[in-house]
C-alpha cells in the first residue's frame, strides 16, 4: 500500500523530531565532562597558536600594500541576543529601534549603538510596529489577539497614549495586520484598509476592496497607497482621502519596495528595478534559489534569501541604481523573521531572539 | 491510554517526538483543508502545510499555554505562512530547510484527497483552531443555536462579550473559509 502525502509528512517531521530531540540532548550535555588537554598541552598549542598568529599579522601588514582595496561589502558586525523570541515587525524613529518581542508580547526600544533593550512596552501579544507622527503605532497580530485596539505610545515615555478601537467608520469591527503612516495612518487588513487621523485618534476613513481577492501588501508613494491583492493586481488611492484612483496597468510577481521614484521588486529568484507606470525593469538580478525578504537602505539593497539546499539563509547587498552584487554573507543564526534598515545596512532579527547586524 | 489522552498544550510542552507526532495526526487534516480552500491549490497546500509544521517543530518550546489554545498557536503559524505565500506567490521552505526536510511531491491520489478536504466546511474544522472562549462561544450560539443571553448567563459574562466573541470566531472563520475578513 502507497503511503499519502500526510503518512510521508509524518513520517519525515518524526525524523526531524528526533534529530531535534538529539540536538537537544547534546547540547544539554554538562561542560565539564569534556576532556580537559593536560597543562603542558595547553600551554604548547598556546604558544603554537600565538606563533602562527604572529606570522600570519606579519604577512599581512607586508603584503596588504600591493592589494587592492577590498570592495564593500555585507558583513555580520554583531550578534546579540535581545529576546527569546523575536517577531518579523520593526521600525526605527526617534533615534531608537522598535522590536515586536512574541514570547512576552512587548514593543522593545533598542539603542541602535549600544544594542542594548533600553525599555519593554508591554502590548499583550506580537505586533505590527510603525512610527510616524510623533507616536509609536502598534497593531497586535499574533497568534491569539486579533482585532485588538491599535495602539499609540508615546515614544518619550513609553506609556499608551491612545486605544483606537478596530472599527470602520460606519462602526464595523476590522482585523488590521500591519501599518503604514503617511498623512494618515493606515491600518491594512485582508479586506481593505482604515484610516486613523493622527490629530484625534479617530478612525475618519475605509478602504473597502471589491472582489474575492484578499489585500496581501501595501505600499506609499508619495500622495498614493497602492495596494496588493493576492491576484498581483495593484489598486492605487489617494494616501490621505482613500479615494480610488485607479489600477496600475500591470501585475507584480513578488512584494515591492520604494526607491526613489522607482521600484524595488523581489521575487522568488531575482531582484528587480522597475518603472512604476509601465512594470518595465531597468535592471534584474538573479539570485540564490528562494529570496526571502529585503529591504532598501540608501542606494544600497539588501536581500535575505536561501542559496541552494544549505540550511542557512544569506544576505545579499545589491546596488539600487545598477543591481550589481557587491556581495554576500551567511547569516550565523536560524530563523530570520524580519528585516529593519540601520546605519548603512540591516538588522536581521530572527525567532530565536537575535538580532543580526549587517553593514556595507 | 497514553498521548492520545493528551491535550494539544500537553503534547507540545512534553518536547519529544512520538508527542510531536500526535499533535500533527490531531491537526493536520484541518490544517491541509485549511490551506486548500484558501489556495485552491493542492501543491501550495500541501506545500504551507509541511513548512507550518516545520516552522511549529522548530517553534514549540516557545509556545507558552497561557496565552491561547496551541490549535490557536499553530493557525497563528499558518495564517503568517499562508500571509507570505500571498505576498511573495509562492511557498517558503525555510523551516523545512532548517530540518533537512525535502520537498514532497504529490501523487494524483493526493491531490484528490486534498482536493476532498478543500469542499469539506464542516463545523469543527473551522472553529479548531480558534482561541477556547470563541470557539465555545460560536459552537454555543451558531451551532447549538442558543442565545446570547442564555450563554452570558451559563458563563457567568455580559451579552456584550458573548456578542464580541462570536463576532471575532466568525470573522476568523469567514477568513479560514477564503472569504474577506
Redesign the interface.
Known amino acids: 500500500m ?1 503511503e ?3 503518512d ?3 513520517l ?3 525524523r ?6 538529539r540536538r ?1 540532548a547534546l547540547s544539554r550535555r554538562p561542560v565539564a565532562v569534556r576532556p580537559r588537554p593536560s597543562f603542558a598541552v595547553a600551554a604548547f598549542a598556546s604558544a603554537a597558536a600565538a606563533a602562527l598568529l604572529l606570522v600570519v599579522t606579519l604577512w599581512l601588514l607586508g603584503s596588504r600594500e600591493n592589494e587592492p582595496a577590498v570592495p564593500a561589502g555585507p558583513r555580520v558586525v554583531a550578534n546579540v541576543r535581545l529576546a ?2 523575536l517577531g518579523g515587525e520593526a521600525d526605527a524613529g526617534f533615534g531608537s529601534l522598535w522590536l515586536s518581542e ?2 512576552e ?1 512587548q514593543i522593545l526600544r533598542v539603542d541602535p549603538s549600544t544594542r542594548r533593550v533600553t525599555a519593554r512596552i508591554p502590548v499583550g ?1 506580537e505586533a505590527a510596529i510603525a512610527t510616524g507622527d510623533g507616536s509609536v503605532w502598534a497593531v497586535p497580530r ?3 489577539k ?2 485588538d485596539p491599535v495602539l499609540r505610545i508615546d515614544p518619550r515615555t513609553g506609556r499608551t497614549v491612545a486605544r483606537i478601537a478596530q472599527r470602520t467608520p460606519a462602526g464595523e ?3 488590521g ?1 500591519f501599518i503604514i503612516i503617511g498623512p494618515r495612518v493606515w491600518v491594512l ?3 481593505g484598509a482604515i484610516a486613523i487621523d493622527p490629530a484625534t485618534n479617530r478612525v475618519v476613513r475605509e478602504i473597502r476592496l471589491g472582489g ?1 481577492y ?1 489585500v ?2 501595501a505600499l506609499l508613494r508619495g500622495r498614493q497607497l497602492w495596494l ?1 491583492t ?1 491576484d ?1 493586481r495593484i489598486t492605487r488611492f489617494d494616501a490621505r482621502t482613500g479615494r480610488r484612483l485607479g489600477r496600475v496597468s500591470w501585475r507584480t ?3 515591492l519596495l520604494p526607491f526613489a521614484d522607482k521600484l524595488v521588486a523581489v ?2 529568484g531575482s531582484v528587480a528595478l522597475l518603472d512604476p507606470a509601465t512594470g518595465k525593469a531597468a535592471w534584474r538580478t538573479r539570485l540564490g534559489t ?1 529570496l ?1 525578504d529585503a529591504r532598501v537602505n540608501g542606494s544600497r539593497v539588501f536581500v535575505e534569501g ?1 542559496d541552494g ?3 542557512r ?1 544569506r544576505v545579499w547587498q545589491l546596488d539600487a541604481r545598477t543591481g550589481r552584487v557587491a556581495g554576500v554573507v551567511t547569516m550565523p543564526e ?3 523573521a524580519g528585516m529593519v534598515p540601520v546605519v548603512s545596512g540591516v538588522w536581521l532579527l530572527t ?1 530565536g531572539g537575535h538580532a543580526v547586524d549587517v553593514q556595507p | 491510554v497514553g498521548l492520545q489522552d493528551d491535550s494539544d498544550e500537553q503534547l507540545l510542552a512534553r ?3 512520538a508527542s ?2 500526535r499533535f ?2 490531531n491537526h ?2 484541518a490544517l ?1 483543508g485549511f490551506f486548500a480552500r484558501r489556495t485552491r491549490d493542492a501543491e501550495l497546500a ?1 506545500d504551507l ?2 513548512e507550518t ?2 516552522a511549529a ?3 514549540r518550546r ?1 509556545y ?1 499555554p497561557e ?2 489554545a496551541a490549535g ?6 499558518a ?1 503568517k505562512k499562508l ?1 507570505d505565500a ?5 511557498a ?4 523545512r ?6 520537498r ?1 511531491e ?2 494524483d ?2 491531490v484528490a ?2 482536493g476532498r478536504l478543500a469542499d469539506d466546511h464542516s463545523a469543527s474544522i473551522l472553529v479548531d483552531g480558534l ?1 477556547p472562549e470563541q470557539r465555545d462561544a460560536v459552537m454555543a450560539h451558531v451551532v447549538h443555536d442558543r442565545s446570547y443571553d442564555e450563554i452570558a448567563g451559563a458563563l457567568g459574562t455580559s451579552q456584550a462579550v458573548v456578542r464580541k466573541r462570536v ?2 470566531g466568525l ?2 472563520v469567514r ?1 479560514r473559509m ?4
Not at chain 1, 526531524?16 to 530531540?21: C, K, V
Open positions: 502507497t499519502d502525502f500526510t510521508r509528512l509524518r519525515q517531521l518524526r526531524a523530531a528526533l534529530g531535534e530531540e537537544g527569546d523570541a512574541s514570547q508580547g501579544d499574533g497568534a491569539v486579533h482585532g469591527p476590522f482585523d495586520g487588513g485582508s479586506s474575492g484578499l496581501v501588501d496588493i493576492s498581483r510577481t513578488g512584494f521575487s522568488k528562494e526571502h536561501a539546499a544549505t540550511a539563509e536560524f530563523g530570520p525567532s | 518536547g519529544d517526538a510531536f507526532e500533527y495526526i493536520v487534516d491541509l500541501a502545510t509541511a509544521f516545520a517543530l522548530t517553534a516557545r507558552r496565552k491561547g490557536a498557536w499553530l493557525y497563528g503559524i495564517h500571509a500571498q505576498r511573495r506567490g509562492y517558503e521552505d525555510r523551516a530547510r532548517r530540518l533537512r526536510m525535502e514532497l504529490l501523487t491520489d493526493d484527497r486534498i482561541a463576532s471575532r470573522q476568523t477568513q477564503g472569504g474577506r475578513g
